[in-house]
């Protein structure tokens, strides 16, 4: 069966320093793959998305990036933290209509 | 006009109620509909797909109304542990099989 790791799980980092979440997807090949950010109290924002390895869509501009280097990974990256990047960062993956989730990753920036 | 919209709630039931929830999208070129499901300071799971023919999974039971661009979720029966929000969700099957998803709605049962 397919399993869906991200890590960490938590994390505290301060405005300006660098960011990088790892997603990883098991059971499955080329499979799509996402990332959402999802603020206190509000809905899912899709960030980004892959169909392939190298092949990155981004949603919304920010001062994020993704890349995905191998098939089944899938990395949210960031040179400079803001504030307002706090949130719990969701990994996703599909092969058909529906997309299953990670465990999320908690990030506070103070 | 939001791309999916539903009542924040919370609905606040006792146990053994029926609660329904709504949902409107916007995207009349939409091809795929779900629910799902999110526990506080967790991820968001899969509660069920939802077919033009309506669908039932035991104390739960979705519709979808093409025509008028609007999904149900009924649960009969309210358990303790169906405390949650529910998200409603839409795809459109396009490039990237991207989701757009409601804010949710959240349902409290109490004893």
């Known amino acids: 069966s397919q399993t869906i790791h991200q890590w960490p799980a938590t994390l505290v980092q301060p405005v300006g320093s660098p960011l990088s979440l790892e997603c990883t997807v098991e059971?499955?090949?080329?499979?799509?793959l996402y990332w959402y950010r999802q603020a206190a109290g509000r809905g899912l924002q899709l960030l980004f998305y892959?169909?392939?390895?190298?092949?990155i869509s981004s949603e919304v501009p920010q001062n994020l990036s993704a890349s995905r280097p191998q098939d089944r990974q899938f990395i949210l990256s960031s040179k400079k933290l803001l504030l307002s990047d706090s949130g719990f960062y969701l990994c996703?993956?599909?092969?058909?209509?529906?997309?299953?989730f990670g465990p999320g990753t908690r990030l506070t920036v103070l | 006009r939001k791309e999916v919209e539903q009542d924040p709630g919370p609905f606040n039931v006792p146990e053994g109620a029926t609660v329904a929830f709504n949902c409107t999208y916007s995207?009349?070129?939409?091809?795929?509909f779900f629910w799902y499901r999110q526990d506080c300071r967790k991820e968001p799971k899969l509660l069920m797909s939802?077919?033009?023919s309506g669908n039932e999974d035991g104390r739960f039971t979705a519709q979808l109304n093409r025509a008028s661009q609007y999904i149900s979720l009924l649960i009969r029966d309210s358990k303790l542990s169906d405390s949650a929000t529910y998200l409603c969700?839409?795809?459109?099957?396009?490039?990237?099989?991207?989701?757009?998803f409601g804010a949710g709605t959240i349902l409290r049962v109490k004893s």
């Open positions: 892959s169909v392939g390895i190298g092949q």
């Open positions: 969700v839409v795809g459109d099957m396009e490039y990237g099989n991207k989701l757009v």
């Open positions: 996703a993956w599909s092969e058909r209509d529906e997309q299953f």
């Open positions: 995207n009349s070129a939409s091809q795929s």
């Open positions: 059971g499955t090949s080329n499979p799509n």
């Open positions: 939802v077919y033009s």
